[in-house]
């Protein structure tokens, strides 16, 4: 077991996004998925993945811009594109607020995603090893449709 000194779920988000960079951005029908990559450091894993169904407000230093769900075609089409003007940028610190809001900030910019009227069985979800929901993950912090954030470290 890695002893890491982490008991709330954002330390543990912090742990693995804080230093790396946003490496690319895969867009399905229902979620999109965001690949964080650092350099090899002890015990961080080299990957990690961002995975959500749920609303997305983006801050950027333009302004920001909010979106209810990344369903609708207009507000897809959008965030995504804010989204992808983030990639390389490096994550400076992350907050899971008492609601289970994840707000990732960035070096210039920051995103938050959250619940909506319409979520799956996990609104986000914060993961080592795949973006796959049924990978058995080393690491995880996830908040599912209940509100319930859920951490898993190894041991």
Known sequence: MIDTGLDAPDRVAGFLL?????????V????????????????????????????????????????PDLISSDARGIAICLLCRLIAEDVVSVN????????????????????????????????????????RHTWSVTLDDSGKVVVHTPG
């Not at 790396?20 to 895969?26: D, P």
């Not at 690949?35 to 302004?63: A, E, H, M, N």
């Not at 899971?96 to 909506?116: A, C, K, P, W, Y």
């Open 18 to 26: 804080v230093g790396s960079s946003l490496n690319n951005i895969q």
């Open 28 to 67: 399905y029908s229902a979620s999109i998925v965001l690949c964080f990559t650092r350099l090899r450091q002890d015990q961080k894993p080299d990957q990690v993945w961002l995975t959500s169904t749920g609303r997305i407000i983006v801050y950027t230093s333009r302004g920001l811009a909010a979106y």
């Open 96 to 135: 899971i607020s008492t609601d289970g809001s994840l707000t990732v900030r960035l070096s210039n910019s920051e995103f938050t995603f959250d619940m909506d009227d319409v979520n799956s069985e996990e609104v986000w979800s914060v993961t080592s090893d795949s973006p796959s929901p049924n990978h």
